[in-house]
């Protein structure tokens, strides 16, 4: 599957952004989807995923209670609403795409196989 993601920008501490990842090339409900970012000079680091169908989500820690996660199968699209943001979430937001047993949604980069190219989000003080 292909996949496009956007929705970066550049917002004040305290704001919002939503991302949209729009997929083609079919088959976007037997995909677990996840949601990565990557700051310069750190690791890539998952930040949320989604079951297949919607049901199941998990975030990292530091974005539980601010960041949500959604998917709209028959659209095609994940989403990552995210609010109250800081500074530290500044980062390229990657969304991926994995083919899971039983559904599993991993917070492990390798466990996806397709990956789109990026969108920049950046958080000023």
């Known amino acids: 599957v292909q996949l496009q993601a956007s929705g970066g920008g550049l917002v004040q501490a305290g704001g919002s952004l939503k991302l949209s990842c729009a997929a083609s090339?079919?088959?976007?409900?037997?995909?677990?989807m996840g949601w990565f970012r990557q700051a310069p000079g750190k690791e890539r680091e998952f930040v949320a995923g989604?079951?297949?169908?919607?049901?199941?989500?998990y975030y990292l820690d530091s974005v539980k209670g601010r960041f949500t996660c959604s998917r709209d199968n028959a659209q095609n699209t994940v989403y990552l609403q995210m609010n109250s943001l800081r500074p530290e979430d500044t980062a390229v937001y990657y969304c991926?795409?994995?083919?899971?047993?039983?559904?599993?949604?991993?917070?492990?980069?390798?466990?996806?196989?397709?990956w789109g190219l990026g969108t920049q989000v950046t958080v000023s003080s």
């Open positions: 989604i079951s297949r169908s919607g049901g199941r989500t």
């Open positions: 991926a795409a994995g083919l899971a047993l039983n559904d599993y949604v991993s917070s492990e980069s390798t466990r996806y196989r397709d």
């Open positions: 090339g079919g088959g976007f409900r037997g995909y677990v």
